[in-house]
């Protein structure tokens, strides 16, 4: 059993935030939006990617335990 199940977020969220983040830029190359709040939002926006970044970690350590547990099951049943 390859492969992960590991829970990732969804491309939708990313690319989100990849959009918001393009928007921002432009706004703040525009003169649109202050540089100030635009630099705050940029920080954010990084904390909501570290979030997902501990999602996917987090689920993927999971599933490794899960799997983990269930090769020493079998091990144990066969009495090794």
């Known amino acids: 059993m390859r492969g ?8 939708s969220e990313i690319e989100a935030i990849r959009g ?3 928007a921002l830029y432009a706004d ?9 709040r635009a630099a705050v ?6 904390v909501r990617l570290r979030c997902i ?3 996917r970690r987090i689920a993927e350590s999971d599933e490794l335990f899960s799997r983990l547990s269930a ?9 090794a």
């Open 4 to 11: 992960g199940r590991a829970a990732h977020a969804e491309p």
């Open 20 to 22: 918001e983040l393009a």
């Open 28 to 36: 703040v190359l525009s003169g649109e939006a202050e540089r100030g």
């Open 41 to 46: 939002g940029a920080q954010i926006q990084n």
């Open 53 to 55: 970044e501990l999602e």
């Open 71 to 79: 090769l020493e099951e079998r091990l144990t049943a066969r009495g």
